[in-house]
């Protein structure tokens, strides 16, 4: 048994955050209903990555939404509206992602919807909170990035700002919408009582960086600095971190002793930095040393020569690499869905409960393809 079965959860949530949320539910037994308009379904069935689409979805729809169930219903139809909220009665939870003030104006806000069950667990993702200046902007990855300060991270000093390569914002906050249900069931279980749980995606970026932030605010309001090196891997961390080119490909060195390092891997120069602090200052002229040393030997090399000593290093692998890996493989992250007569390859849920993982081979559903079922099941219509 799942830990989560028996639990029923309504999707009002479209594009990724909120349906992500609300797959980590599914792959733990919670049984998701998306709560779709008619015919064409949750915006996010056309958001595709790569242009890459199965049957009439995107790929990254069904990769987001398998293992769900769909309930087409027009909610600014009364009849449908009175369907739906049927349905909330028998709900353990409810998400979604309109803009502040579109559920109200439906009638389906957490107001409304407590007095529909009162012990409802009611999840809401915004852009930017429900105030201020921000609060009607769209809530998109990108541009949540831009205004975090999270562009400022990555690449060089010599770089503008640059954007981080996933939608990091829309998936953090999932998570943190994952953490706020499960602590908000709890809390219902306590107090019997609906609980209003409340993410967004600037507040989850922005704790992403707690710890850069933390050291802003209490070091004297100095901007990070990244460094001039193509491979500095951290705005604030001393050399060696980062990433390096070798004689055939690449090779990560985290944090660590340098000069044990620097003797290590034959690079005398290293001596000349003794002082832990100049480790920081100095971290660009360092890392150059480094680069030239470690350019005279392949990636190989260097990664036996370090482990044997203890330090942390790493290769560089692509996806390709990766997956034909030992270390990929023993950890069974892959599994395959039936999308029609397709046959999709994706990725698990990564959480394991008493040494059990989960799978599902359900894919994404059609929009409305459960309707006549669960209004069966639910009693939903006279």
Known sequence: MKPLEGLLVLEFSQFLAGPSAGLKLADMGARVIKIERPEKGEAGRQIAIKNLFVESDSLVFHTINRNKESYAANLKDAEDLKLVKKLIKKADVLTHNFRPGIMEKIGLGFKTV???????????????????????????????????????????????????????????????????????????????????????????????????????????????????????????????????????????????DLLKIGKTIGCSSIENYPDKFSWFEKKDEIAELLSDRLLQENTAYWTDLLNSEGIWCSEILNYKELIEHEGFKKVHLLQQVKAGKNKLTTTRCPIRIDESIFLSEKAAPNVGEDNERINREFKLQN
């Not at 705005?235 to 055939?248: Q, R, V």
Request: hydrophobic share 40%; glycine share 14%; proline share 3%.
């Open 114 to 256: 407590s007095e529909i069950n009162s012990e409802i667990v009611y999840g809401v993702v915004t852009g930017y909170g429900n105030k201020g200046p921000w609060a009607s902007k769209p809530g998109q990855d990108l541009l949540v990035q831009s205004l975090s300060g999270l562009t400022w991270l990555s690449g060089t000093k010599k770089d503008g700002p640059v954007a981080f390569g996933l939608a990091v914002a829309d998936m953090i906050c999932g998570a943190h919408l994952t953490q706020g249900i499960l602590v908000g069931l709890l809390k219902r279980k306590k107090s019997k009582k609906a609980v209003l749980v409340e993410v967004s995606l600037l507040e989850s970026v922005l704790d992403l960086q707690f710890e850069f932030l933390t050291t802003y605010l209490n070091d004297g309001g100095k901007l990070p600095q990244r460094g001039s090196t193509r491979g500095s891997g951290h705005a604030y961390l001393s050399a060696p971190y980062g990433i390096y080119k070798t004689k055939d490909a690449w090779l990560a060195l985290a944090m660590g």
